[in-house]
């Protein structure tokens, strides 16, 4: 819940602040970008945590540790003079010197039962030092993979970003080319509307063209067949008909036009 919490509190600088996990879900449905970077700064946050603890792992690692080695050099020292002090005492028992051996008894004994009373502080120094070891190294893990995921999750973010911008670009391309093409089927349309009208026109100046020819062949039909014009035939008519075709020359018409 705390992790949610935090997350939200990241999220709320640049959109709204409101708990439970089911508001964090909508929010990533709302901004994943925004909301993978609160993400991304919650693991910040939690490294920067994992970090001040690993410092203070170290810092009593090598406390321990020095206490430790310090303990351990001590003994180490104490022990060197205690077999030191039983080697002279042998010595002086080899030689016969009993006062000398008899002197050394007692700080051989000394330093023995300071030793027999250092061991298990010394043992107890070692395990404190194996402890913070321990720990230090496991909280040093545990950073180290934290950062690792705080890598991993910018990279990935970076690379989401990345393909949400082609996405974006592919997107513009993608409506370009409806548009383009909406574009073009409107061209094709207007071309086939314009076609359609051309043609009717043409039907309709066919229709014109048949309608005049049938009234022209309806009145051909119906009108008197003219025969053939004959000189002949039609000076013959006109004779019988009174008609004759005045003739000769200017001086006998006028002459014929004053008898009448």
Known sequence: MNGILGFLKSFGKEKLS???ESVAKKIVS????????????EMIKEL??????????????????????????NYDRYLAAAELLNKQTDEAQTSGNAAKAQELAPSLEKLLHDLETMRPE???????????????DEVKELAELTAQKVKTARSQLEQAQRDMRRAEVEKQRAGARAEKSEHLAGLRK???????????MNKQAESARASAAASDMKAKLLSPEKAKEDE?????????SGEETPSGSFADRLAALRKK
């Open 122 to 136: 010394v043992e107890r120094e070692a395990r404190e030092a194996e402890e913070a070891k321990a720990y230090f």
């Open 48 to 73: 920067d945590k994992i970090t001040v603890e690993a410092g203070k792992a170290q810092a009593s690692y090598i406390k321990e540790k020095n206490e430790a080695d310090a303990a351990q050099k």
């Open 18 to 20: 409101q708990a439970g």
């Open 232 to 240: 002949n035939i039609q000076a013959a008519l006109k004779q019988v």
């Open 30 to 41: 709302w901004d994943p970008e925004t909301a993978t970077q609160a993400e991304i700064e």
């Open 190 to 200: 207007d071309a086939s509307s314009l076609g359609v009208a051309l043609e009717a």
